[in-house]
């Protein structure tokens, strides 16, 4: 499967988990949306449908893109959605130092390793994540959830078992 990210070039490129991703040779940077690939799944936190294993074989046709741009930014980039297939993560805690135990603000290599794990390819999500020293922190703090989120058949189960994972967090 095909991991594509769409830089904006918008953070630190010391801290970008993106940017080390790339110099390890684990994804393809684009720094223009017309480098992205047609009709992929692409990570969308406004996205109307959560990711789900029913979407593995597109992305394994099409590839996977994650957008590393700042969330104040990314309304902006309706153009990029046109072109793709939009689903939304659902549910996660952060492992990051930056966002340590924050829900749903992952970083890229979060959000790819979580994708990855959802659509069957946990060994791949393994291998992104060991990159960073935090990296299985991510995995073990979120081992339900994805255990979860594998095994449901379509995005409305998807759905549902999010909120059960976060009614359990309140």
């Keep these: 499967m095909k991991l594509v990210v769409y830089n904006a070039r918008e953070c630190d490129p010391k801290k970008c988990t993106a940017m080390r991703l ?12 017309q480098g992205l690939p047609g009709n992929a799944i692409l990570l969308d936190p406004f996205a109307e449908r959560a990711l789900s294993g029913e ?28 072109r793709m297939v939009p689903r939304a ?40 994540l060991n990159i960073f020293k ?19 058949k379509d995005s409305t189960e998807v759905v549902a078992l999010q909120h059960q994972f976060m009614s359990q967090e309140r």
Excluded at 22 to 33: E, N, P, Y
């Design 89 to 128: 993560l659902p549910y996660l805690v952060a492992a990051n130092p930056t966002y340590y135990g924050r829900p749903t603000t992952l970083s890229t290599a979060e959000a790819l390793a979580a994708a990855l794990f959802i659509l069957g390819d946990e060994a791949r999500a393994k291998e992104i």
């Design 55 to 82: 979407d593995a074989e597109i992305a394994r046709k099409q590839g996977l893109v994650a957008l590393d741009c700042s969330w104040k930014q990314i309304e902006q980039i309706s153009r990029i959605r046109a």
């Design 134 to 152: 935090w990296g299985p922190t991510f995995l073990d703090l979120n081992r339900e959830p994805l255990e979860a989120y594998v095994h449901a």
């Design 22 to 33: 790339h110099r390890f040779g684990k994804i393809q940077m684009v720094f223009q949306s």
